[in-house]
């Protein structure tokens, strides 16, 4: 099947971005002709690229129609509408705030919608449109986000993943969980990575909501639901259903997170938080079975298979995905050479403690051997002036025996 993924913006990394990719990924891997249109390239656009999936900024550039059109927001679905008038168009709404991310309601445009979370349905569902609502959740590559390493007992490091966590919300955070000694680390606001599972492995916590909080959980990180909209805390077992139909918003509760909330639910940590995260993303978050729900919504449109593919088709296809897998490669190997840079940096920067100590060990010791020294002689010296003073006595008796039996009487 021919697919075209769309979104107006794909410059920056954020939710609906990072979702459309997981998505095209996934459907390229079961074979499908799979391509992105956007009026804004950028980083995310050489992301999918890489891949695996062309990348098109432009309507003139699509060339011949795709068997289903799957958009993400108002501006693209009425692009494509107006270009391929007769394909099948599906739309995913992310938002239940933003109206540009809602489904266009203008008649045969867009006829179902796939909604990741309960809170957006009933937005949907509000709606004066007849549109077929169709409930997922969000995908998550759980090869990509997987464990590295193990969270520590004692949490010393978190990651607050954000494009909104700042202001007075971000100084309670670092106020109250600073007492505690753990070391914030940021990313979203000024600092952005395409390969944020990278850091997630080298932190005990990751701070967040939406998506970032579901690509912590599968990387075995303890998920903490923050943000400037609200917070929800620790995502548990018992917590997980509630929070995931909502969205992860952080704005389940009835009251906000205080300082003194924060300070209590960070004594609450458990690195078996992750592993149980990790559990609960594996059970109702892979990405590959969303490809294929994904699939059955845009066949129940009558978008078919297409042409089969074709030898050149093919082959083309495998060289992306096989220049996926270097690149990807590649890039652990990039960040292996940085750890073990890190690692060599700590190996001589303890021998340098190593030596220091010592040194300062031996000099001490010599300190120590000089003061003894001095001690002794400051011993031979009290033996020396003791027995002078038991001589004086016995001279003193012998000159004058009443001075002596007076001094005895004292």
Avoid at 9 to 33: I, P
Avoid at 101 to 107: G, L, Y
């Amino acid at each position: 099947m021919r697919i075209l993924l769309a979104n107006s913006a794909f410059h920056r990394v954020g939710g609906s971005e990072t979702y459309l990719t997981t998505l095209g990924e996934n459907l390229v891997r079961l074979g499908h002709d799979v391509r992105i249109y956007t009026r804004v390239a950028g980083d995310m656009a050489m992301l999918a690229r890489r891949r695996g999936m062309e990348v098109v900024d432009s309507v003139d550039d699509l060339g011949a129609p795709a068997d289903a059109v799957l958009a993400q927001d108002g501006i693209v679905a009425h692009d494509l509408a107006a270009a391929w008038p007769d394909v099948p168009q599906a739309f995913v709404c992310h938002s239940s705030l933003f109206d540009v991310q809602q489904p266009p309601i203008v008649p045969g445009i867009t006829a179902s919608v796939i909604v990741l979370n309960d809170r957006v349905r009933r937005r949907v569902e509000a709606l004066n449109a007849d549109l077929d609502v169709v409930r997922l959740t969000q995908p998550i590559d759980t090869q990509r986000f997987s464990p590295t390493s193990a969270p520590n007992q004692r949490p010393t490091r978190a990651l607050v993943l954000s494009t909104y966590l700042d202001g007075a919300p971000r100084r309670a955070l670092e106020e109250a969980w600073g007492r505690a000694g753990i070391e914030l680390v940021s990313l979203g606001i000024d600092e952005v990575d395409l390969a944020p599972e990278v850091l997630m492995g080298t932190v005990d916590i990751v701070v967040g909501k939406g998506r970032a909080v579901l690509e912590a959980m599968s990387c075995g990180r303890a998920a903490y639901v923050f943000d400037s909209f609200g917070g929800d805390g620790w995502i548990t077992p018992e917590s997980y259903a509630a929070v995931e139909a909502d969205g992860i918003t952080g704005q389940l509760g009835d009251q906000g997170l205080d300082t003194s909330r924060l300070e209590s639910d960070l004594a609450d940590y458990s690195p078996e938080l992750g592993r149980l995260g990790r559990e609960l993303v594996l059970r109702h978050h892979d990405a590959r079975r969303h490809a294929h729900d994904v699939l059955d919504v845009l066949t129940g449109l009558g978008a078919g298979h297409g042409r089969p593919p074709t030898l050149e088709s093919e082959v083309g296809r495998q060289i992306r995905l096989r220049w996926s897998a270097e690149a990807e490669l590649f890039g652990l190997r990039a960040e292996m050479r940085r750890t073990n840079a890190r690692a060599d940096n700590l190996e001589v920067w303890v021998a340098e403690e190593v030596e220091l100590a010592r040194k300062e060990t031996t000099h001490a010791r010599d300190e120590l051997a000089t003061v003894l020294e001095e001690l002794e002689k400051v011993r031979e010296r009290v033996d020396v002036l003791t027995e002078r003073n038991q001589r004086l006595r016995r001279r003193l008796r012998r000159l004058d025996p009443e001075a002596d039996a007076g001094s005895a009487d004292d």
